[in-house]
Structures are given as C-alpha cells and as structure tokens.
C-alpha cells in the first residue's frame, strides 16, 4: 500500500519521525541557548540575608539588575517585585510590576543618604551618613551624626552598635558587584 506520494507507508512514517525527532532536538537547543543568555546577562549581584558573627548566609533578599534592584525569594533567588529604581544618584521607588519610574526615594550624595520627595526628587533630610567603612544613622539636613547603623567589610555588611559604630552580627552578604547607591538603598529598608 503506498500513500500519495508513492512511497510505502513504512518509509513515509519513518522519515516523517526523523524530521519530527530533529525538530524537537532542534527546540531543545534553541531553549537552552536562550536560556543561557538570559541567565549570563540577567544577574548583576544577589544580596542575601546573614546571621550571627560569622556572617551565615541565609536566604536571598535583593537582586541587583543593573539600575534596578527587585525582592529575591527564597534561597534560590527567585526575583520578586521590583522595588527600586536607580537613576545616577536619585533612587525612585518602583511604580508597578514593570519597573517604572514612581516618586522620590532617596537621593545619595557626598556626606550621606537623603529622603527625597516627588518625581523630581526632592531632597529632604538625611538618614544615614557613610564614614570610611561605617554608616551612621543621621539626622536633619545638614547630617548631623547619631549613632552606628552598619559596618562594611569585604563583601559581608554588619550591624554597627553604639556611637563609634562597632561592629555586631551580620546583616548582609553581597554576591557580585553592587554600586554604593544600590547598597545604600538597600540598607535603608533594614
């Protein structure tokens, strides 16, 4: 029995699995290559919770995309909602689940982090203050300094206690390359 083309059936089945095997094969390796792009490209830095002295991870808490710092979840780094939005030195709060520029957050300059206000970001007082390796809690506009905040080393971010801002238990480890603007906004939601 041969089917409209001449060919026996046996013959016409088989050629069609062949073409229908490399079309999957084919779709396999497409998904993996794009896969493997987007997760080259996607991750600039992963910010995970720490415990204690010795600085133990725990679970994600933000991932950095470039001007763009999101909710991480859980300890896989599942990204979550888009929170921040960092344009030079202004940090916009996130308008929306695709990442738009909302109001003011923050404005980070030389002497510290500011509230700012509005879509223009206006500055307002100061929150913390950054001295060497140590952020102080800060107050008014002109920064007056309060009391130790964090404590920055290497790659691990701690709690700073009292006024000369000693160096407590963990709050941070940062996995990748984070710019001061991004860590600064992110240590303001602790």
């Given at each position: 029995?041969?089917?409209?083309?001449?060919?026996?059936?046996?013959?016409?089945?088989?050629?069609?699995?062949?073409h229908?095997?490399?079309?999957?094969?084919?779709?396999?390796?497409?998904?993996?290559?794009?896969?493997?792009?987007?997760?080259?490209?996607?991750?600039?830095?992963v910010?995970?919770?720490?415990?204690?002295?010795y600085?133990?991870?725990?679970?994600?808490?933000?991932?950095?995309?470039?001007?763009?710092?999101?909710?991480?979840?859980?300890?896989?780094?599942?990204?979550?909602?888009?929170?921040f939005?960092?344009?030079?030195?202004?940090?916009?709060?996130?308008?929306?689940?695709?990442?738009?520029?909302?109001?003011?957050?923050?404005?980070?300059?030389?002497?510290?982090?500011?509230?700012?206000?509005?879509?223009?970001?206006?500055?307002?007082?100061?929150?913390?203050?950054?001295?060497?390796?140590?952020?102080?809690?800060?107050?008014?506009?002109?920064?007056?300094?309060?009391?130790?905040?964090?404590?920055?080393?290497?790659?691990?971010?701690?709690?700073?206690?009292?006024?000369?801002?000693?160096?407590?238990?963990?709050?941070?480890?940062?996995?990748?390359?984070?710019?001061m603007t991004?860590?600064?906004?992110?240590?303001?939601?602790?």
């Amino acid at each position: 029995m041969n089917n409209e083309q001449g060919k026996p059936h046996s013959e016409y089945r088989g050629s069609q699995l062949r073409h229908s095997i490399f079309l999957v094969r084919y779709s396999i390796f497409l998904l993996l290559l794009s896969f493997l792009t987007i997760s080259a490209s996607a991750q600039n830095a992963v910010v995970y919770h720490a415990y204690g002295p010795y600085a133990t991870p725990g679970d994600a808490a933000f991932i950095v995309e470039g001007n763009r710092i999101h909710i991480a979840c859980g300890a896989f780094a599942a990204k979550g909602p888009c929170t921040f939005i960092i344009e030079g030195n202004e940090v916009y709060r996130a308008d929306g689940t695709f990442c738009r520029k909302g109001r003011g957050a923050y404005v980070v300059e030389a002497e510290g982090i500011f509230r700012c206000s509005g879509t223009f970001c206006n500055k307002g007082q100061c929150i913390l203050m950054l001295e060497g390796n140590k952020v102080f809690f800060a107050d008014g506009t002109f920064c007056n300094k309060t009391e130790g905040a964090f404590v920055l080393e290497e790659n691990v971010v701690y709690y700073g206690e009292g006024p000369f801002c000693n160096k407590g238990d963990a709050a941070f480890i940062i996995d990748g390359e984070i710019s001061m603007t991004a860590l600064m906004a992110i240590l303001t939601t602790k």
